[in-house]
Structure formats: C-alpha cells, structure tokens
C-alpha cells in the first residue's frame, strides 16, 4: 500500500483583503500559524526564550501590524514599538508589503520607565518623509492598541479579534458603514462573517518571519569608530552586536570593522 504523501507546510502567511458588501467594512483575514513557527524557529536560534505572557503580546502586534499592513496601500514599510510601564518592557514590530516581511522582538534591558503606556507608530514610503505618531494606550493588549490606533490615527475604526487556530481579523470601517453591524461584532460573528454576509476577495498578499540582516548591514552603523577601534573594542578581539529589529546577534571582528572602512573608501 502506497503511503500518503503528506502536505508540504505553508512557508507563508497569506492575508486576504475581503470586501464585506452592505456593511461597507473590510475584512482583513489571515492564519498566522506559518508566521508563529517562523518566530519559534528565530528564537531557538537566537537562543531565547521570553516568558509566555511577554510572548503572546509580541505575537499578537505581529499578527495585527500584519493585518494593518495589508489594510494599507502596498508601498508602505510601518514600524510599532509599545513602551509599556509594567511590565517595563518595550514591543517592537515592523513590516513591508513590498519585501513581504514581518518582524519583531523584546526590549527588556535598559527600558525607559513612562509615565504612561505609548504606541509609537512610524510610516516610510519611498521618496517621502516618515510619517509618525504616538497614542496612548491604557491596556497591554495589542488587539486594543489597534483599535485606539484606528480612532486616533486612521481616523476611522477598526477592531481586531482573536480567533481559533492562530487566525487574526482586522474589520476596518469604510465610508458609510453599517455602525450598529459593527460595534456589536464578536469573535464568533467574525469568524462566520464569510458564511452569513455576502462578501468579495479583493486581494491577497504574502507575509513571512524574516528581517534581512546581515553582516554587512551592521557595519555601517559602527562608521563612527572606522578611526579608533579601541575605543570600540578596547582589550577585546570581538564584538558581539545585535539586529534592532530582530535580536540577532553577530560577532564583530576589528578586521569586519577594516573591510567596511575599505568598501566605504573605494565608493
């Protein structure tokens, strides 16, 4: 008996944009489940492990600044990092439909202490300045931050909700909603929106866990120190720094810092 071949596990996520007619709102839905391994897989080889409370949040704004991205037009690159007070730890996440990236990690060390708990958004496109804001937020609950961030910075509402199996809906108000439909939604009506509402598939886009560091994209950042190594390295053969953006670490030598001050010449 021939054995079944098993189906090949998805490497991405797939966020579809779903226009839900009569309502006039979009459905943004995805299952994050490839992106959750993805984030295991970044952490086992990093070699952390953050505690589960810590952990949920950190997923929970991937999966909503993923929904948001799709929501938005494809150009865009957003950034969201949610300074907390207790625990006093900062969230970051940031993304781009164009490279069809998510990342994100933990700030835990050397975090300053706010007076109040802030969203820090900021939004690049290509050729234009940075557009950013800050709202406050009174919860450690990304599924709130982005409705605060929709009435505030959208300046329309949105509402995102926790369904099974590691899938996330962002509902985003459009001209003329239906706003009575859409302040009584519930995860269970959400889940069943496809099946009770008539509804249309207007686009889908493809995300994955990944940052793009490198190396050779540390270096520029250590330009300052071309000069003077041992002020950067002092006794040392090596510098351990790590990615921003995803926690990676790389091992810096002062031969690494040499190369970079010849490529740099050469330019």
Known sequence: ?????????????????????????????????????DYYLHLMDIGE???????TTLKDLLATLTLHLTARPWAETIAWTANLRAPRVNFFATGSSVHEYITGRLFTKDVREPDRNFLYSQTTTQGKEPRTSTIEVDSSDPIEW?????????QRPGRAFRLQNDTYVLIAA?????EEWFGALDAEQVA???DNEQTKVLET???KF????????????????KDKPGELFGDDATL???CPRCAKKYLITRDDLGKESEEKDQD
């Open 1 to 37: 008996m021939q054995e079944p071949v098993p189906e090949p596990v998805q490497e991405f996520t797939k966020t579809e944009s779903i226009f839900v007619r009569h309502r006039n709102c979009l459905m943004v839905r995805a299952e994050f489940t490839p992106i959750f391994t």
């Open 49 to 55: 492990r953050h505690p589960e409370n810590l952990d």
């Open 146 to 154: 982005l409705q605060h961030f929709y009435d505030q910075s959208e």
């Open 174 to 178: 459009q001209p003329d909603f239906d």
């Open 192 to 194: 069943k929106i496809t």
């Open 205 to 207: 886009r493809r995300f």
């Open 210 to 225: 990944s940052c793009g560091c490198s190396l050779e994209r540390i270096l520029p950042t250590l330009s300052a120190w």
């Open 240 to 242: 351990s720094l790590q």
